[in-house]
């Protein structure tokens, strides 16, 4: 975890985000809590997913993990894709200079009126079953423009130790992998133009080996389902699932093993049969988690029956996450600092607590930090990826936090 | 379960919410998915709660489980008190004709600007630390205004038996018990209008019996607390925590023996002592979580191995509590219904999963329903409170829900 926290400076005691300290950030931001996001770490990040995957696999940035328009803008000059979840991803995305077949769009509950825009767009539809292959075509014809696809496999293999399961038995993404064939099939006869494959099996995996496993199915899969296709695939999207460390004893993923596999899956097995696909990894909690802290002033310092609390200004209304409700199981702590006072050691453990009336608003549950006083700037870490969008605003009508990008 | 669906009506197969068929609903707010409120079902619940609570005791609302301004609106003319936990909430309550005294402001976490708000409105202020007290006096000071404030008291008993448990032991909520008296004596030197207590601890129960003996014991507190007291209290906010049936198995609350206890209370206990407090209870999701409904439409509908998958337009961002990631230990079904097919009988299991890229936006798992096609609208029950606000709205940047009270 320190890792995570020792990737931003300091100065003078202050934590920075982009070499602002966080004090200042919050003058000029005009207030907390807020999100920021450090450009110099999401280029770094990108540089170092760059500099050990092969050059031919493409990178693609998955807009859901941080919307910001800031941030997808700063991270369309360093990838070579954009994958969105909707509509509204999809406008995003288009405002960027990253071409529109380079533009993905995934999601198992795309709607008609989604399906037109993809196709008025030109923008890749990543066809989730054989009903919403008939309304692509459907809007193809309706708009006179042939729709550019791949379909979505739900694979035959689970990834297990992956945080989510998104393949693998029943699922609600994607076409089963023994129903591709046949579709593949029935859309060569359609007026669709079937770039290939997008298959994914689950996120937040933190071990290198399962990932390599994954890859190596996925790939095997894939190969197994161009034999059946009618024309050979020009598009292979592997997916990610790439982990960050969250909680102490996570270990950082390992990338070398996994670009190695990368290498040779692609040398000996890939390009002997589809030479010329695009072949791409689509990271997004990977390349922006970890480059965002999330900001709180402590309102109010109280003792209770032994408790030490920090009531700060935010909360999960903010960054739900962070309070363990938001697929955890297990509630944990998230990385934090006093980003006021980085200089002073821990002088004791406190509970930091959000400002909400619900005893699920939990910050952090007996942490040790230097010692605070209200006014003083509680940052929570690991707030780059699933961060406000993941949150529920309006809880408690509190004003929504401002983002920015430094 | 079955009665939360009966409560609305039908015509003609379609579910009614205020009298409108859903599919009528549907093409009056523009689309789907929305949520609809029933003002004729909230004001049968106030009536119903009225007509067994002693006519001494005053309902207020909490604003925080539904602050649509319709529904505050509608319900400000029904009860005493508005509860509110933030300056949005306050602003919202403040728009109705309920005068400020009559409307408290909870929370942990209120910020100086916000209780300068409060302190300007003249509401009263539940005031969560000795730390608040000094910076509600020291607003009072600057705005040359004298504060209405209350106590809240962090209990030392806790009510099994919660849905949450925000009262005994540690607690960010209030002013530990013990300390009360000190507080008091301090507070009664300061330019403060000090009218009594806000003694509350535990939400969502559904035992009376549990409910009965957190009554007990919280008049016994706040009499306990009385004797201490400087002057004698005005006010007496006994908190709510009367919950609702969200699945089955669950059974309504029984009110009748908590009126009575309350009845008595007040006979016996409160009135002898405190002859001229207000004595409030307070109810949030009670008044209206069952007074309103999710609608969804179903977009795709799709097998994968041995599971019919309904893929709905809306989702987790919207309905976060239905999906079981908030605060919830062990996803459980809220109720369901195919709005639009109502005299058709369950034609097997299917699973109701959301439009967003994650498994878990899952709405309904495993659930006998009529057969459904895409363009029929799924309901999803037991939405009039911590729905919309209480959900990650901005998650995956699809467009914001409409609400509507019909």
Known sequence: MSSTIAAFGRSGGRLTVGGVPVDR???????????AYDRALLTARVDQVRSVLPAAVELGYAVKA????????????LVDALDVASAGEMRTALDTTIPAQRISFAGPGKTDAELRQAVAAGVTIEMESAGEAAR???????????????????????????GMRMGG?????????????????????????????HIFA???????DILCQAQRNTVDLALRLAEAAPEPFRYLNLGGGFGIPYFDGDRPLDLRPISDNLAALLADRIRPRLPRARVAVELGRYLVGECGVYVTRVVDRKESRGTTYLVVDGGLHHQLAASGNFGQVIRRNYPLAVGTRMDQEAAGKVTVVGSLCTPLDLLGDKVALPHAEPGDLIVVFQAGAYGLTASPTAFLSHPAPAEVLV
């Open 66 to 77: 941080n919307p910001m328009p800031a941030v997808v803008q700063h991270l369309s000059g």
């Open 136 to 162: 692509v075509i459907a809007a193809g014809e309706r708009l006179g423009l042939r729709p550019q696809v791949a379909v979505r496999v739900n694979p035959d293999f689970a990834v297990k130790g992956s």
């Open 25 to 35: 950030l919050a003058e000029r931001v005009g207030g907390t809590p807020f999100f």
């Open 202 to 208: 689950g996120s937040q995996c933190l071990d290198a």
């Open 169 to 197: 038995g029943p699922q609600q993404f994607g076409v089963d992998c023994e129903q591709v064939p046949a579709l593949l099939k029935d859309l060569a006869a359609a007026d669709l133009d079937v770039l290939g494959l």
